[in-house]
């Protein structure tokens, strides 16, 4: 039974419920504040104090650094709008939005020995940390020696893909425990010669280049959100075969929020899980929805071994679309996902207005592009009418050959709504005309502007086209 805390005062009482509502289960024994009252700080941390929580969801104002430095029983999920907190540890993540607080209460898995904290383990941890060198120190040192319904699709299911690392990641996070070890040449549960059946089961005539195309964060931003919805609107480009990949991690993101709008296919199993056994029918592997094929990860991927063979098969299988769409894990790549970004055709950058922590890792991102030879592309997500988009943009790509393509409008209220519903966000005729023309923008460099044109319906469009291009 997970034994969970939550105190979180500040927030409105429908998100309240909300979480309450989402915590609550056969396997969950939920303890939470009376938000309708005063509640002093004193009494969270004694009721922290009198019980042995596996998560603790609160806010700034009822504990501090010195609180987190010091407490190690479980996983800690702290509501921190103003930013006042520092401390960064695996099992505590600090959220600046109630977005951040939902995706992340709707996407862990509390039953998951992945995210289960004890303290032996928290120690352990913390003094391998000391020793590990900053890995993006380690690399620019290796430069200088020689990454009919108005409607609405989820919010990473990566908001961001919510992720199980800081929302301020250092650059020394242990990657071992985000995703899943590829040191092994080969694995004796993997059966190459299935890849093989999946491919030619998912055989067809791509009308151009294939394209490959990684989207990544350094931080938790919305990067699923983002792959998802541009994945709908692609398919207005009706003879467009489109694939959608979920890199290997320790989040089953896009299952989750696939099964949100539509019914997960009869005894499916992920690539991987079929990967291993000859007694999975191929169909089983095969999940479209809305004429596009999607690969989410299995429940027990994560505990498998993904080496070079199995991650380069595992792109292979869709070779034959015409644009396969890869969500990569938010913050620091781990040597599987470094050693894979050869696979990529390009891989497009999402920054926002918390350009402060973009900006800290601009080392890191210039020592993968030059030491892996990778295209990268830039994309401002969620821009405010406060947004310095032009200023930011050009502050991230100084020194860096990376090109910035477009800003999207933000939808927050969206996306959080979306939380709660039933189809995907980009069906919103609201959503719809504020990302379209800016989506057309992204589609030409992937397309060209002659093939996007055709799909332009009106002079309207055309238009609204116009002017964001004029005012981006």
């Given at each position: ?204 005539n791509n009308l151009y280049n294939r394209k490959t195309i990684g989207i990544w964060s350094p ?254």
């Open positions: 039974m997970a034994k969970i805390y939550l105190a979180v005062s500040k927030i409105d009482k429908e998100s309240f419920e909300g979480f309450q509502k989402n915590l609550t289960g056969p396997d969950t024994e939920l303890i939470s504040i009376d938000i309708n009252k005063t509640i002093e700080r004193s009494e969270v941390q004694e009721t922290i104090r009198l019980h042995s929580f596996e998560t603790i969801i609160t806010e700034a104002d009822f504990i501090d650094d010195d609180w987190l430095q010091s407490y190690d029983s479980g996983k800690v999920i702290v509501f921190d709008p103003s930013k006042k907190l520092e401390t960064k540890k695996e099992h505590i993540t600090l959220c600046e939005t109630i977005d951040e607080i939902r995706t992340h209460i709707l996407t862990m898995k509390l039953e998951n020995p992945i995210l289960k904290v004890n303290s032996e383990n928290l120690t352990t941890k913390a003094e391998r940390k000391q020793n590990k060198p900053d890995t993006a120190a380690a690399i620019n040192s290796e430069e200088k020696t020689v990454k009919t319904n108005d409607n609405p699709e989820s919010e990473d299911a990566n908001t961001s893909k919510p992720q199980t690392i800081d929302i301020f990641p250092k650059k020394d996070n242990k990657q071992g425990d985000k995703t899943p070890d590829a040191t092994k040449k080969n694995t004796s549960d993997y059966l190459p010669e299935n890849a093989d059946k999946i491919k030619h089961f998912y055989k067809e931080k938790t931003i919305g990067v699923s959100t983002f792959v998802l919805n541009f994945a709908i609107y692609l398919k207005k480009f009706k003879e467009l075969k489109i694939a959608v990949m979920e890199y290997p991690n320790n989040q089953q993101i896009l299952k989750s929020v696939l099964t949100r709008y539509d019914s997960l296919p009869p005894d499916w199993h992920s690539f991987r899980e079929f990967s291993k056994t000859n007694t999975i029918p191929v169909e089983s592997t095969n999940w479209v929805y809305r004429r596009i094929r999607w690969l989410p990860l299995g429940e027990n991927d994560s505990k498998m071994e993904w080496t070079e063979e199995v991650t380069k098969d595992y792109f292979n299988i869709t070779n034959t679309h015409d644009i396969v769409l890869v969500d990569i894990p938010t913050g620091e790549m781990n040597e599987l996902t470094l050693d894979s970004l050869h696979h990529l055709n390009e891989l497009w950058i999402l920054i926002d207005d918390s350009f402060h922590q973009h900006l800290d890792w601009k080392n890191y991102i210039s020592s993968i592009l030059k030491k892996h030879n990778v295209t990268a592309k830039l994309i401002y997500y969620r821009e405010f009418p406060h947004s310095r988009v032009k200023k930011v943009s050009q502050s991230f790509t100084d020194d860096m050959d990376i090109e910035f393509m477009t800003a999207l409008p933000e939808m927050s209220k969206a996306v959080s709504k979306n939380n709660y519903e039933k189809f995907p966000m980009f069906d919103k005729r609201k959503v719809r005309e504020a990302w379209e023309p800016k989506l057309d923008i992204i589609a030409e460099h992937l397309l060209g502007s002659e093939y996007v044109e055709r799909y332009k319906l009106n002079i309207w469009q055309k238009l609204k086209r116009l002017l964001a291009r004029l005012l981006q």
